[in-house]
């Protein structure tokens, strides 16, 4: 049981460059969210997702897209990396409405821009 | 909108000794939730507890406990005998519950807790 995966665990990028982080979850979950966490700056909310086909911006959305067509998967896409994008990205899940708010998170990628 | 404030960025303690992380919040909304997650160096974030806000009773568990003061919008977590193991980045949160339930957490900077074998 593989829990929550994120795909890549390492990525080096130059500026301006594009990608992709896939998180998938075997947990039937229905909440997922992308955080990133930065240096003294602590885990912070980009995008997150309710439910398959829907998405809604976190606390610090710009310069970030995601998609939730299948349930099991969540995207978080980067159009034109920027070195402020340097980060590590953490995915996380959680049951759903009447859930124990106890997030599930993968191990998390590191992303360098260059 | 809400914050969580964790006023001390690192701790170093020796080992044996108690040790305790204070959270701060700050909420317009009378339902909530608080939790602590422990992120070791291997850097997985682990769920420790969650509190809502009608619930005031200390929990311990084990070396573990945690103190939630309304009065104070306060939920500080207690080490006791602390060990080595014990060393990791630990965060408070909070969720405010909306027409989806609570599902969004917002995260404190952390507090980085060092045990001194």
């Known amino acids: 049981n593989a829990g929550v995966t994120q795909t890549p665990k390492f990525r080096v990028l130059k500026t301006g460059q594009s990608m992709t982080l896939l998180c998938a979850q075997d947990?039937?979950?229905?909440?997922m969210y992308w955080y990133r966490q930065d240096p003294g700056m602590g885990l912070r909310l980009i995008h997150y997702?309710?439910?398959?086909?829907?998405?809604a911006k976190g606390e610090v959305p710009d310069g970030y897209n995601v998609s939730r067509l299948k349930k099991q998967n969540f995207l978080l896409g980067l159009e034109s990396a920027a070195p402020s994008q340097t980060s590590v990205y953490f995915c996380a899940t959680m049951g759903g409405r009447l859930n124990t708010g106890e997030l599930f998170f993968g191990e998390g990628s590191r992303l360098t821009v260059l | 909108a809400q914050k969580v404030t964790q006023a001390q960025t690192e701790i170093s303690v020796v080992e044996k000794e108690d040790v305790t992380l204070d959270c701060v919040y700050e909420?317009?909304?009378?339902?909530?939730?608080l939790f602590w997650y422990k992120q070791p160096p291997s850097g997985e974030l682990v769920f420790l507890i969650r509190?809502?806000?009608?619930?005031?009773q200390n929990e311990i568990s084990g070396r573990y406990s945690w103190n939630f003061q309304k009065s104070t919008s306060s939920f500080n977590f207690t080490i006791t005998a602390s060990q080595v193991v014990d060393s990791a980045v630990y965060f408070c949160a909070l969720s405010e519950v909306s027409n989806f339930g609570n599902e969004k957490l917002t995260f404190g900077t952390g507090t980085r807790l060092t045990i001194i074998p």
């Open positions: 947990m039937n979950h229905e909440y």
């Open positions: 509190r809502n806000s009608f619930d005031e």
């Open positions: 997702s309710v439910g398959e086909g829907t998405t």
């Open positions: 909420t317009r909304d009378t339902t909530y939730y």
